[in-house]
């Protein structure tokens, strides 16, 4: 069977990874490059911590375990960091919240921890104490963090040892459906590709390639801006102070993977601004109080005197080379997945969420099973195309 996956990030990556593994033929089509768009400025934190209806919680957690069933069983696997997710909030209405989440995590059986101030100063020595309050900081020890580039790469290349062809810079333009079914997927280079099925991995471009079918997927993404400092030391090797992801009240941070760490607030994210011909920045001093909120967290972040910026010329003290990325976060209407083949299109399946990064590997394999004929209804029944249609539309 020859099965078209539009898009290579994770998602694309995993749908592919897992149709190649079941002897599917897969052409993997990307408009710019593999890992290229959101999967390349996503905070890639798995977890299922969250207030989610039940399926939801249910589909993020088995997204969770399936992380950590490849992390096994791949010699050498560097990309999965299941290193835990330290949180706690402001203000006694913030709180109150808190307890409530957890309370709720907690009768779902999700593995959850209240310590103490002394406690996560033994988990993270480089934190400083006095910006932690004296207790209700709450553990998740299962949750942790992804490498999406390297996961990508290991995926893509498993899947190019079982025949796949991955196409970059070619985006899809056309999808025609000849009278005897399939697809004919038209590129931008004017290649034409004969399918027996497609699958939608685009990401924020998802409702486009919908159109193309015919079918009107309702999105409404977000921009979100990532900070990734240089690393703090000589070498990439060496350790930062930070040794999980940390949620903290005007912070939130883990390591990179490289020997900086990534950054991000829902106070960036607002700083975003957009100029009159479509130019995105974000404003500078947004990013230092984002950088300044980390080094106040993590002091051993701070560079050292006379250290340098991305350009090699001398900065203000406490200024960090850094890197600012804008990510487009593909969210369907609701928040929910939209997963699974379409009931008027069964030969056309879509493979669209937020966090891919918690859920590629799962529901990417729930994806290709039924590309495959396979049932996984059950599974995927919360997740229909349908949902969005009008009664009795």
């Known amino acids: 069977m020859t099965v078209v996956v539009v898009g290579a990030g994770v998602y694309g990556a995993a749908v592919t990874a897992s149709l190649t593994e079941r002897g599917a033929h897969v052409l993997l089509v990307e408009a710019a490059a593999a890992g290229g768009g959101t999967s390349g400025a996503t905070f890639a934190w798995t977890n299922s911590s969250g207030r989610h209806p039940r399926p939801y919680h249910d589909l993020r957690v088995a997204g969770m375990e399936a992380h950590r069933r490849l992390a096994a069983a791949v010699p050498g696997s560097d990309w999965y960091h299941e290193s835990g997710n330290l949180e706690w909030v402001a203000g006694d209405d913030e709180r109150e919240k808190l307890r409530t989440r957890v309370a709720g995590l907690v009768a779902r059986g999700y593995e959850t921890q209240w310590l103490s101030r002394a406690e996560v100063v033994a988990l993270e020595p480089g934190i400083a104490p006095d910006e932690l309050p004296a207790a209700e900081i709450v553990f998740f020890p299962r949750e942790g963090w992804l490498e999406p580039a390297r996961l990508i ?19 899809v333009t056309g999808l025609e459906i000849p009278a005897g079914g399939g697809f004919s997927v038209r590129l931008a280079s004017g290649r034409r590709i004969a399918a027996e099925a497609v699958v939608n991995c685009a990401g924020p471009q998802a409702d486009e390639i919908a159109r193309l079918a015919g079918l009107d997927l309702p999105m409404r993404n977000t921009r979100g801006v990532l900070v990734r400092t240089a690393p703090t030391a000589p070498t990439a090797a060496a350790a930062v102070p930070v040794s999980r992801v940390v949620r903290a009240p005007r912070v939130h941070l883990r390591p990179d993977g490289s020997g900086g760490l990534l950054l991000h607030s829902a106070e960036i994210d607002r700083a975003l601004g957009t100029s009159d011909t479509g130019e995105i920045s974000v404003a500078p001093s947004a990013v230092e109080e984002l950088l300044e909120a980390g080094r106040t967290l993590y002091p051993g972040t701070r560079p050292a005197a006379g250290a340098t ?14 890197s600012v990325l804008v990510g487009e976060r593909p969210i369907p209407t609701d928040g ?12 056309f399946h879509f493979a669209v969420s937020h966090s891919g990064a918690t859920l590629c590997l799962h529901a990417g394999d729930l994806v290709a099973a039924e590309v495959l004929g396979e049932d996984r209804g059950e599974a995927l029944a919360a997740f229909r195309f349908e949902r969005f249609r009008p009664p009795g539309g």
């Open 153 to 171: 790469g290991h995926l893509l290349a498993s899947s190019a040892a079982r025949g796949a062809e991955l196409v970059t810079g070619d985006p």
């Open 309 to 322: 910026d991305a350009a090699g010329t001398a900065g203000t003290a406490g200024t960090a080379a850094h």
């Open 336 to 347: 929910l997945p939209v997963l699974g083949r379409v009931a008027d299109l069964p030969r």
